[in-house]
């Protein structure tokens, strides 16, 4: 046996050997307070999150760790505001949040992905129409015992 052929093959068992790691770098660091820890201030979006407990964990690792811009999205937990576009942000963040937690994007760079380009504000007011006059003001009580209820853990990257 050649020297070459001992020593690629010393390398390829202690390369095999060494050990790996599976959990995934974190690039980028988020402050949650721009974003109200999760919380939203619209009464409405509270009782959504209530009823649907959206995984902002796997919303937040997707901008730690495959750096999603989610800063498009910081108005919709700040504003106090229950429209249409609030309602599409929503649903972007409920189906970004679920396939990051099921790791469809384990090793995507989400960086050029563009989000918030759809703006029906533009289109006769539709985007910009208050949901919120739908609902009946004697609903509110009953909205809030199911906000009360639902017990909302705190986001840790």
Do not use: C, H, W
Request: proline share 2%.
């Amino acid at each position: 046996m050649k020297a070459s052929t001992i020593f690629v093959s010393a390398l390829a068992a202690v390369a095999s050997a060494a050990p790996t790691t599976t959990t995934p770098e974190k690039r980028t660091s988020i402050d949650l307070g721009a974003f109200n820890q999760f919380g939203f201030v619209n009464q409405d979006l509270q009782y959504l999150n209530a009823l649907n407990l959206f995984d902002f964990q796997a919303f937040a690792q997707l901008a730690s760790f495959n750096n999603l811009n989610i800063g498009g999205f910081q108005n919709i937990f700040n504003n106090n505001v229950f429209d249409i576009n609030a309602l599409l942000q929503l649903q972007q963040i409920a189906l970004l949040s679920q396939l990051g937690g099921l790791g469809v994007f384990s090793n995507f760079d989400l960086s050029t992905l563009q989000l918030g380009g759809l703006n029906l504000g533009l289109v006769s007011g539709i985007g910009g129409f208050d949901v919120g006059s739908l609902i009946d003001a004697s609903l509110v009580p009953q909205i809030q015992a199911i906000i009360q209820q639902a017990q909302f853990s705190t986001v840790i990257i």
